[in-house]
C-alpha cells in the first residue's frame, strides 16, 4: 500500500469500511475503543450500535415467538377505560378468539389492549404483548403471559404481522390506524396472503370505510378488490368467523 507525504498509508481499513485522505487519521481502533471503559460513553448511541441493537431485537422476538400457536393480532386504543363498552368488547373478543383456538397478539399496553390479553387469558388461551419504549406508556398489562419489550416499532411491527393470521382493529387512534394501513398496503402489495382485515364496531369505523369507499374508490386511488380487503362488522362471532375462514383458506395453501 502507498503512503502519503506524512509516512502514513493512504487509505485506512476499518473492517469492511475504507477511510482515506483525512478521514482516515484515527488515534485508536474499534476494539481499543471498545476494550477501554474509561472516557465518554457516546459510542453506545452511534448507528452502527444501533444496528446491534436492531438485529438484537428480531433475534429475540423470533426467538420468542417460532413456536406460537396460529394467532390473531389485535388493536385497539390505550386510552380506553375499563368500565368503557369497548373495553367489554375486548374482553369479549379475547375470549372469543382463545375459544377458537387462536393466540392472541396485542401491544401489550393498557386500554383495549388490556381488555383483549385478558379476555384471552381468563378463556385459557395465549395471551401475547408486544410492548415499546414511549415516554409516556410503559410497561406490559397483567395479563400478558408471553410479552417482548421493543425499542424500535418497525421490528415490532414485523412480529405483528409475521406471527399472525389476521389482524382485528377495535377503536383506536394513530398508532391502530398506522398498523391497520401499514397491514393493508402489505396485503394489497401480496407481500402477506390470506390475511383479512376485520375493522370491529361500525359506529367508530363507519366513517373511515365510508370515505374509502365513496372518495378513494370513487376516485381511482384504490379498486374494488382493495376495498374488498376489510371487512366491517360489529359482530364478535362474525370477525371471529372471517379470521377462521382466512386460515382455512392459507392452509389450503400451504
Given at each position: 500500500?502507498?503512503?502519503?507525504?506524512?509516512?502514513?498509508?493512504?487509505?485506512?481499513?476499518?473492517?469492511?469500511?475504507?477511510?482515506?485522505?483525512?478521514?482516515?487519521?484515527?488515534?485508536?481502533?474499534?476494539?481499543?475503543?471498545?476494550?477501554?471503559?474509561?472516557?465518554?460513553?457516546?459510542?453506545?448511541?452511534?448507528?452502527?450500535?444501533?444496528?446491534?441493537?436492531?438485529?438484537?431485537?428480531?433475534?429475540?422476538?423470533?426467538?420468542?415467538?417460532?413456536?406460537?400457536?396460529?394467532?390473531?393480532?389485535?388493536?385497539?386504543?390505550?386510552?380506553?377505560?375499563?368500565?368503557?363498552?369497548?373495553?367489554?368488547?375486548?374482553?369479549?373478543?379475547g375470549a372469543a378468539l382463545a375459544e377458537a383456538g387462536f393466540a392472541v397478539i396485542t401491544g401489550?399496553?393498557?386500554?383495549?389492549?388490556?381488555?383483549?390479553?385478558?379476555?384471552?387469558?381468563?378463556?385459557?388461551?395465549?395471551?401475547?404483548?408486544?410492548?415499546?419504549?414511549?415516554?409516556?406508556?410503559?410497561?406490559?398489562?397483567?395479563?400478558?403471559?408471553?410479552?417482548?419489550?421493543?425499542?424500535?416499532?418497525?421490528?415490532?411491527?414485523?412480529?405483528?404481522?409475521?406471527?399472525?393470521?389476521?389482524?382485528?382493529?377495535?377503536?383506536?387512534?394513530?398508532?391502530?390506524?398506522?398498523?391497520?394501513?401499514?397491514?393493508?398496503?402489505?396485503?394489497?402489495?401480496?407481500?402477506?396472503?390470506?390475511?383479512?382485515?376485520?375493522?370491529?364496531?361500525?359506529?367508530?369505523?363507519?366513517?373511515?370505510?365510508?370515505?374509502?369507499?365513496?372518495?378513494?374508490?370513487?376516485?381511482?386511488?384504490?379498486?374494488?378488490?382493495?376495498?374488498?380487503?376489510?371487512?366491517?362488522?360489529?359482530?364478535?362471532?362474525?370477525?371471529?368467523?372471517?379470521?377462521?375462514?382466512?386460515?382455512?383458506?392459507?392452509?389450503?395453501?400451504?
Amino acid at each position: 500500500m502507498t503512503t502519503s507525504g506524512d509516512g502514513r498509508p493512504e487509505e485506512k481499513l476499518r473492517g469492511p469500511v475504507v477511510l482515506r485522505r483525512e478521514h482516515r487519521n484515527e488515534d485508536t481502533t474499534t476494539d481499543q475503543r471498545l476494550l477501554d471503559s474509561r472516557g465518554p460513553s457516546d459510542w453506545v448511541h452511534t448507528d452502527p450500535w444501533r444496528v446491534l441493537r436492531i438485529q438484537a431485537e428480531f433475534v429475540e422476538g423470533f426467538g420468542a415467538l417460532a413456536e406460537l400457536p396460529r394467532a390473531v393480532t389485535v388493536f385497539g386504543s390505550a386510552r380506553t377505560p375499563r368500565e368503557h363498552p369497548e373495553y367489554a368488547l375486548g374482553r369479549e373478543l379475547g375470549a372469543a378468539l382463545a375459544e377458537a383456538g387462536f393466540a392472541v397478539i396485542t401491544g401489550g399496553g393498557p386500554g383495549t389492549m388490556e381488555a383483549v390479553n385478558r379476555g384471552c387469558s381468563d378463556a385459557g388461551g395465549m395471551s401475547v404483548g408486544l410492548g415499546i419504549e414511549l415516554p409516556f406508556e410503559q410497561g406490559l398489562n397483567d395479563w400478558v403471559d408471553l410479552g417482548i419489550n421493543f425499542r424500535y416499532f418497525f421490528a415490532r411491527k414485523t412480529m405483528f404481522v409475521k406471527y399472525s393470521q389476521a389482524f382485528v382493529c377495535l377503536p383506536g387512534g394513530f398508532g391502530t390506524l398506522d398498523e391497520l394501513f401499514e397491514a393493508l398496503t402489505l396485503v394489497q402489495t401480496k407481500k402477506v396472503t390470506k390475511f383479512p382485515v376485520v375493522l370491529l364496531g361500525r359506529d367508530y369505523w363507519g366513517g373511515l370505510y365510508d370515505w374509502i369507499a365513496s372518495t378513494v374508490l370513487d376516485s381511482g386511488k384504490i379498486g374494488e378488490k382493495d376495498l374488498a380487503l376489510l371487512h366491517l362488522t360489529d359482530d364478535v362471532d362474525d370477525a371471529v368467523k372471517v379470521v377462521h375462514e382466512a386460515y382455512r383458506a392459507w392452509e389450503e395453501t400451504h
